[in-house]
């Protein structure tokens, strides 16, 4: 019991760290508790060294756009901007949320990226921009469905290499029923209590491999 405060007040301490070093507040639960539907999640966050292990292990590219699906108070999506990318966006559908995103993203500290966010459901995001796409449980499979079948669409429309990155993959077998997408890496990180699945577009001809890291 007294590890688990000692690593609780560990975390805590290494979150405010990052909360006052990019200027930004994104901690705290939204919604918990509330009656909500089997298709929506309430807010909570990844650690923010989870969120750095990610993007790093992303190796991400200059034309790299990031797209948080439920982005919530815009933690990632901040996290992202630190990176030398094209943008960061983030698509978040319940008000207040947004509007704290929006002020987060208004006083970001070390941002490199441009950032966007976009106040609708995941759903109805304009698939065809993004080559990265975050989403930490944020729905059920139905929307999860949807979800996929517009950024099918969308990457049709705009041909490229995409991949997804599924914090808590509670609804992994959506994924795999799609033939357009390999899953590429599953990761568990050091700290992170929720296993992390990687999703890539498929090319014509290639084989399901499952790569461990």
């Not at 639960?29 to 992303?58: K, M, N, Q």
């Not at 449980?137 to 969308?154: D, I, Q, S, W």
Request: one cysteine or more.
């Amino acid at each position: 019991m007294a590890a688990n405060r000692l690593t609780s007040l560990s975390s805590a301490a290494h979150s405010l760290f990052w909360e006052y070093r990019l200027g930004i507040s994104t901690r705290g639960r939204y919604g918990e508790g509330d009656a909500l539907s089997g298709e929506h999640r309430y807010y909570a966050t990844v650690p923010y060294s989870a969120i750095f292990e990610i993007l790093d292990r992303l190796s991400l590219k200059p034309d790299d756009v990031f797209v948080d699906l439920g982005s919530g108070k815009g933690r990632a999506v901040c996290c992202a901007a630190t990176y030398n990318i094209q943008r960061a966006i983030g698509v978040e559908d319940v008000g207040v949320l947004h509007e704290l995103a929006a002020l987060n993203v208004g006083r970001l500290r070390r941002a490199r990226a441009a950032t966007s966010l976009i106040r609708a459901k995941a759903q109805e995001f304009d698939f065809t921009q993004g080559t990265v796409f975050y989403l930490f449980n944020p729905f059920g499979p139905e929307t999860l469905r949807e979800v996929l079948a517009k950024m099918e669409h969308g990457l049709a429309a705009g041909p490229r290499r995409a991949r997804i990155v599924y914090v808590n993959p509670v609804h992994e077998e959506v994924l795999a029923a799609r033939t357009w997408l390999i899953r590429a890496a599953s990761w568990q990180l050091r700290g992170l209590k929720w296993p992390i699945s990687v999703w890539q577009t498929r090319k014509a001809g290639e084989p399901v491999v499952d790569i461990k890291r």
